[in-house]
């Protein structure tokens, strides 16, 4: 790709996702928090002084004791967003009788795909040395995330049980181990055709890859360990939840993914909200308190529980 199509495509990009952005900042204006949830805010996880490297804790009000841990990753195309984004969403989860991590972690371009993964677990390590001191139990983790946030939980679960993998993305191997994953509305295969295959949205789709994983990405050892399709091993892989919705944009990446899981024998589930135009992309993320959000959410608590069990 020459500098100018490059130049474009990252445009294309910034421009698109400052104008979600305004739309994020409105709807979290009018949302409140959900009420009997306390926690601790801004919790750095790592020392390197980044604004990114911080956690957010929530659980019910008068927890003693640990609790079943979920630990959520925020979407954003892996170039925005923060553990604001998410953290009504998260509160909404704790409020079901859960101790929840929401995190911060570096977006593209500052850092690549392998960057990103060592910021989650250099959170996820966090967890087991403090959690404890947070009502966090180590012993019951459970991972989430929203679009490409699913894509970093789902890619996490494979890492976690795979040791190679682990040295591939140069991360220290965790105490404890995944219990299981949601993944909600995911987004696609990193190394497919992000926006598309033709054209500008093509050009797009080879900036983001570049990105990801550098200026030659299929160069770098990890472009073909990326996803839950080349990583993940149906006999060591956590359950996993796919919540998602008929009416999401991305609906056929979460149908892909389903027939994926159910072909090579994981154990999973599925969520698939009603048809209704209103439940579109990570709209239990986004609208927790509104009544299709709180069943998907319900759903999710539901089958963590089942799993604890």
Known sequence: ??????????????????????????????QVPTP??????????????????????????????LLPVIFDIHGGGWIYGNKELNEYYCMSLASRGFAVVNISYRLLPQTDLSGQVGDVFQALHWLGANGADHHCDPDRVFLTGDSAGGHLASLAAAICADPQLGALYCVDRLPYTIKA??????????????????????????????????????ANPIYGKSTIYTTADPETYPPILVVTSEADPLYKHSAELIKYLEDKGFAHETAIADQNPDSGHVFNVTYPDREDGKKMNDRIAMFFNAVNA
């Open 1 to 30: 790709m020459n500098t100018l199509t490059s130049f474009i495509a990252r445009s294309f990009l910034r421009i698109m996702w400052k104008m979600i952005g305004r739309n994020d900042a409105k709807r979290l204006a009018g």
């Open 36 to 65: 009997g949830v306390a926690g601790g805010r801004d919790i750095r996880y790592a020392d390197s002084g980044d604004p990114m490297h911080v956690l957010d804790v929530y659980y019910p009000e008068g927890t003693e004791g």
């Open 181 to 218: 994953v949601a993944a909600t509305h995911t987004a696609p295969d990193v190394c497919g055709d992000l926006f598309g295959a033709k054209g500008m949205a093509k050009a797009i789709s080879g900036e983001m890859k570049r990105m990801l994983f550098g200026a030659d990405p299929e």
